[in-house]
């Protein structure tokens, strides 16, 4: 039904740009929105403020160029009107909610689904933590918005490739390994202090460090205790190296991600990827030596200082392998590269953007979120972290104490570049003040309702089986206007890379339905009447279960 509204106003401004009342060029996204309170009408389109700047026109102008061909619908549209500086306000048939509820049903989980991206090849790149140490909170809240995001893009026609870039070269391997070498070695002494002692300044801290010391130990490997002998970190950074990815792999796994491919930054090197990409810049004159260095000139392209490619050591910068590996991604078919990436990484996007337009993309086919830190809370107060080095709170600690559902659901309830705190406390607790639990309650609550429906006879089948004229209630209206919105939502919050519109919903049709269930008997002695309102909390439930299922959280039959 939505889709016939959207229709109907394309259509007019398609006459008004034929008849040359309007230019529309480029044409526009027609998009609806529920009025604030206050406000007599049921749906408002905004369309003709966005049009004004380009048709040199006010916005009422132009919404009453629309309006006045919108006529002729009146089995859908009761009344339309021009409103405020420029609204177009629809005043709908009852028929029309009636026909979303129906739609709604009739498509089931395949209702708020889209084919707008027409199938372009999209890649977003997440998490990709450095397989240095445990996946912490941060890790966990980009993992949450890089899976809800890939879900929704893949949710409106795209198609998208999820993968984890794995930082496997360089210095911070070197110093992992020379950290487990170091802890190895103390084990090896068979003092009581050896495990508590600190490693030297530079190493990591971390009490996993001692734990794959304390296993390479444990397996007693002769090639272990030779290369240690010799103070060799190869064996122990490659060691390492597996151990942590394999823990990194679980953990996401336990969180419901999953990737289409792990890639190796140490492969690029060995593939001689790296020296290729760099040979070709060069030989198109994008790189030039300096002090003994390499720099591309990546100031002729936005950024605010050419960088270091190559160091006057030889050593290759990060900044190369990370221009091979997105050369790799536009080479293998990606249209579009989404990366997320942690706020600390602010200061990287204008060089990133400018290597891309070196490599002959254009500056937006690489976009780049931040996600912003994460405050964990106790109760409303911060968790208070250990003052020996290296000492965090890993997202699998977080996901054993509160769960998936509650971890995935947290982390997007704000904007991915606003700080977040998380209330471990509040996430367990089963009441209304915990958003997840309320949002899945609802879902659990009309589970309950059909079974005790189905006790009492009460059969309900599909509209229009169901005569629903009896849904009058503004209670009711408002229900089937919310479950309208939810493809727009969809489709919006793919569109802005936006995930977290998703349990603002969520919350808002929640508390909807709740509502709803406290002030009406949905079960009544009219059979019609009772067929009619379990209808409409079927219809609620379906899409509650589209958009929970989006999110990568479960939606529980009972609670």
Same mark, same amino acid.
């Given at each position: 039904?939505?889709e %016939?509204?959207?229709q109907?106003?394309v259509?007019?401004?398609?006459e008004?740009?034929?008849?040359g ?34 048709e040199h ?14 006529r002729?619908h ?8 021009v ?31 889209s084919?707008?991206?027409q ?6 790149e997440?998490?990709s ?14 993992g ?12 409106t026609?795209?198609?998208?490739w ?12 070197e ?7 170091l802890?190895?070695?103390?084990l ?27 296993e390479i ?13 010799e103070?060799? %970190? ?22 419901g991600i ?41 100031t002729?392209?936005?950024d ?11 050593q290759?910068t ?23 990436w ?13 290597a891309?337009r070196i490599?002959?993309?254009?500056q937006?086919?690489?976009e780049?979120l931040?996600?912003?830190?994460? %405050? ?6 911060p ?16 996901i054993?104490?509160?769960?998936r ?5 947290i ?9 977040l ?19 899945q309650?609802?879902?659990a ?8 429906a189905?006790?009492?006879?009460? %059969?309900?089948?599909?509209?229009p ?6 849904l ?7 229900l ?7 493809p727009e ?10 995930p ?11 508390a909807g ?8 008997r949905i ?6 009447r ?25 939606a529980p039959?009972?609670?």
């Amino acid at each position: 039904m939505r889709e %016939t509204l959207h229709q109907i106003v394309v259509e007019a401004l398609k006459e008004a740009q034929v008849s040359g009342e309007l230019h529309l060029d480029p044409f526009p996204t027609v998009t609806f929105e529920i009025p604030r309170r206050g406000v007599q009408a049921d749906l408002a389109s905004t369309v003709a403020m966005g049009l004004a700047a380009g048709e040199h026109r006010t916005p009422r102008e132009i919404a009453e160029i629309v309006v006045k061909r919108l006529r002729g619908h009146e089995d859908l549209i009761e009344k339309v009107e021009v409103a405020g500086p420029g609204y177009i306000n629809f005043h709908l048939q009852k028929a029309y909610w009636y026909g979303v509820l129906q739609e709604v049903l009739q498509k089931g989980e395949s209702y708020g689904r889209s084919d707008f991206g027409q199938g372009q090849k999209v890649m977003v790149e997440f998490v990709s933590a450095n397989p240095t140490g445990p996946l912490h909170v941060g890790h966990g809240r980009g993992g949450a918005v890089g899976d809800v995001l890939a879900n929704l893009l893949a949710a409106t026609g795209h198609e998208v490739w999820r993968e984890y870039y794995v930082n496997d070269a360089g210095t911070q391997m070197e110093t992992l390994g020379r950290s487990v070498l170091l802890r190895y070695q103390s084990l090896s002494n068979s003092t009581p202090s050896a495990e508590k002692q600190s490693l030297p300044e530079g190493c990591y801290q971390g009490e996993y460090i001692t734990e794959i010391a304390r296993e390479i130990a444990c397996q007693g490997s002769p090639n272990a205790k030779a290369r240690a002998k010799e103070g060799d %970190t190869t064996f122990f950074t490659e060691y390492a190296k597996g151990y942590l990815l394999k823990e990194i792999q679980h953990d996401l796994q336990e969180f419901g991600i999953r990737f289409d491919a792990w890639v190796s930054e140490r492969k690029l090197y060995e593939k001689g990827v790296v020296d290729q990409v760099l040979a070709d810049l060069k030989r198109k004159g994008y790189i030039y030596e300096k002090d003994g260095a390499e720099w591309l000139r990546t100031t002729e392209f936005g950024d605010d200082k050419d960088r270091v490619i190559r160091r006057s050591n030889e050593q290759h910068t990060y900044f190369a392998s990370d221009i091979a590996y997105h050369e790799q991604k536009y080479a293998r078919g990606f249209e579009r590269v989404i990366n997320i990436w942690g706020a600390d990484h602010h200061g990287y996007i204008p060089r990133m953007k400018a290597a891309v337009r070196i490599l002959g993309r254009r500056q937006e086919d690489l976009e780049v979120l931040l996600i912003q830190l994460v %405050t964990l809370l106790r109760a409303g107060k911060p968790v208070a972290m250990s003052t020996r080095a290296g000492e965090f709170v890993t997202l699998r600690e977080v996901i054993q104490e509160v769960g998936r559902d509650a971890a995935r659901f947290i982390f997007l309830m704000r904007r991915c570049d606003s700080p977040l705190d998380f209330d471990l406390e509040l996430a367990k607790q089963q009441s209304n003040e915990n958003p997840v639990y309320y949002v899945q309650y609802a879902h659990a609550r009309v589970c309950s309702l059909e079974e005790m429906a189905a006790k009492q006879g009460i %059969t309900v089948s599909t509209p229009p089986e169901v005569d629903l004229k009896s849904l009058e209630l503004p209670e009711e209206i408002s229900l089937m206007k919310q479950l309208s919105l939810f493809p727009e939502l969809v489709e919006s919050s793919a569109r802005a890379l936006e995930p977290h519109r998703l349990t603002f919903y969520l919350q808002e049709l929640a508390a909807g339905l709740h509502n709803y269930y406290y002030h009406h008997r949905i079960l009544t002695d009219d059979l019609s009447r009772s067929r009619a309102r379990l209808t409409l909390m079927l219809g609620v439930r379906a899409v509650i279960a589209n958009a929970l299922k989006l999110l990568g959280v479960s939606a529980p039959q009972r609670m």
